[in-house]
């Protein structure tokens, strides 16, 4: 069974430092990475996506993947109270048809 | 990125009825796909929704009470057939481009009484 794993947490840090959210996958195949920011009664807001191994870096976030070990992160630095929500990551793949398996989500709080 | 509107945002239906909720994208997009999201947990994958042709559903989730269409590149539909009060839960459709960026409508919170 196709699976993504996250920490549910609540994952929490002070206004300033790096939060860290990882995610795990099961499927070597998985082809593409995403990561969604969900704001309590919202829909998911794709912030990163990243397709090769590496570090990938978008203003505040680094997406990093690394296949051989089924691993992709998040980093958000200076992390701001507007950045706690919950951190959903997805992946990719061909099973039958191109589809995606979302990770059950890491709630992060941004103390201020 | 694309944009994508669902509609209705939120409706109470009563057990036995059946509600559809329309998913418009403001661009052409190469997939579509509708996900049901229970509260407080992630997102489950209902089908794929395929332009001209029956969806493609997941494990689970049967055409007879998920029946899609999409007529075109940029609109689909998703009936809830035979509600029933596990059926309450939000409804997400999505679209996605060459990238394999995926993109969420507003979603549709349905409440069956």
Known sequence: ??????????LSVPEGAIASLNCTYSDRVSQSFFWYRQYSGKSPELIMSIYSN?????????AQLNK???????????????????YLCAVGLVSGTYKYIFGTGTRLKVLA | SAVISQKPSRDICQRGTSLTIQCQVDSQVTMMFWYR???GQSLTLIATANQGSEATYESGFVIDKFPISRPNLTFSTLTVSNL???????YLCSGTGGSY?????????????
Request: net charge negative; proline share 8%; hydrophobic share 20%.
């Open chain 2, 84 to 90: 029933s009060p596990e059926d309450s839960s939000i």
């Open chain 1, 1 to 10: 069974q196709k699976e993504v794993e996250q920490n549910s947490g609540p």
């Open chain 2, 101 to 113: 960026e995926q993109y969420f409508g507003p979603g549709t919170r349905l409440t069956v009484t």
């Open chain 1, 54 to 62: 590496g570090d990938k870096e978008d203003g505040r976030f680094t």
């Open chain 1, 68 to 86: 051989a070990s089924q691993y992709v992160s998040l980093l958000i630095r200076d992390s701001q109270p507007s950045d706690s929500a919950t």
């Open chain 2, 37 to 39: 999201q229970q509260p």
